[in-house]
C-alpha cells in the first residue's frame, strides 16, 4: 500500500502523515479548511528537529524528501481518490467520527482500507457507518510516533484477515512495531495495562500509604522500569487524569481529581510540557 490518506492533522495525524511520508508513503493530509492546512508547514519544521535529535540516520534531505511527498487537500473527494488506505485522525467524538466515516464511504475507491485511529471508542461502533465493516480496524499510534513506535492493530467482529495483515504491513514499513489484537478491547493493550497502574498508584498517594516520591522510587527499583507512575502522569499531563477522574463514583478517584487541581493545575503545574507537575523539571 503506497498511497496514504490521514484525515484530521492535529497533534497525531500530523505526526501519521510526516512519519508514512518519511517512510517513503505518498500522503494527502486533509483537513475541514484551507486555514488548518496552512499551518502545516510549521508543523513539518517542529518535527524535523526531534527527528534529527531522535532517528538514527535522519538527514535534513531525507526530511526535505518526506515533506515533498505530502500533498494537503482540503477537498474530500479529492483527497482519497487513489487512497490505497485511509487513516482518521479526527476529534474522539462518535458523531463527528461517525460522520465523517459516512462521507468518506460515498467518495472512496473500492480498494481502500479505514483505519481509525481512535483512543477510547470500539470500530464496531463506526463500522456500520461505513460502506464496508469488513475492510474496517484500529490503527492506534502512540504520541511521538518516532521515538514511541507501536501501532496497535484492532479488528471487530467483521473485519476480514485480508484487509487487517495489510495493516499490518502497512505498519511495518512505515516504522512501527505492530501489536495484533483480535477481540475488541477499549484501550487496546496499553492503557488496559497502564490504566489500572496508573489508578493503583493515585489510591496510594490519596490514602496517605506513601509519597510520591517513595511510591516512584518502590517501582523503578523493584522493576528496573526506568519510570514510577507519577512521573508517567507528568508526561501526559494532569488534565487527562483530572477529567477521567472528577466525576468518578468512586470517593477516592474524586479526591484524587480535587488535589490534582487544587495542587497542580490551578498553580500552572500541568507536568512536563510546563515545566512542572508531581515533580519541577525546570532546573
Ligand atoms: P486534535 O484535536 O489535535 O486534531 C484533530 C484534527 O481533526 C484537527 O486538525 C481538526 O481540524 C480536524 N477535524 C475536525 N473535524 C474534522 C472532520 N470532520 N474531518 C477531518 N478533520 C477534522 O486531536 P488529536 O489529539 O490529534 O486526536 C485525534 C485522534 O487521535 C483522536 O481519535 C484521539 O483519540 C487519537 N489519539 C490521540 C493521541 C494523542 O496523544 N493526542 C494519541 C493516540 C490517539
Known sequence: ????????????????????????????AYDINDDILAKLPARWEQLKPAYLRDVPGATSEKLDAAVARIRPSSDLADAVRDADLIIEAVPERLDIKQQTWEQVSKVAPAKTIFATNSSTLLPSDIAPFTDRPEKFLAMHFANQIWMFNVCEIMEHPGTDSVAFDAAVGFATEIGMEPVRIHKEQPGYVLNSLL???????????????????????????????????????DIVG?????????????PEKRKFAELI?????????LGIATGRGFYDYSK
Open 238 to 250: 494532569m488534565n487527562t487524569p483530572y477529567n477521567l477522574s472528577k466525576d468518578s463514583a468512586d
Open 261 to 269: 487541581k487544587t495542587e497542580y493545575i490551578d498553580k500552572g503545574y
Open 195 to 233: 490504566v489500572p497502574f496508573l489508578d493503583a498508584a493515585a489510591q496510594l498517594l490519596v490514602r496517605g500509604v506513601s509519597s510520591v516520591e517513595d511510591i516512584d522510587k518502590t517501582w523503578r527499583i523493584s522493576t528496573g522500569a526506568p519510570k514510577g507512575p507519577f512521573e508517567i502522569y
Open 1 to 28: 500500500m503506497q498511497n496514504l490518506t490521514v484525515l484530521g492533522t492535529g497533534v497525531l495525524g500530523s505526526q501519521i502523515i510526516f512519519q508514512s511520508a518519511y517512510a517513503g508513503k505518498t500522503v494527502v
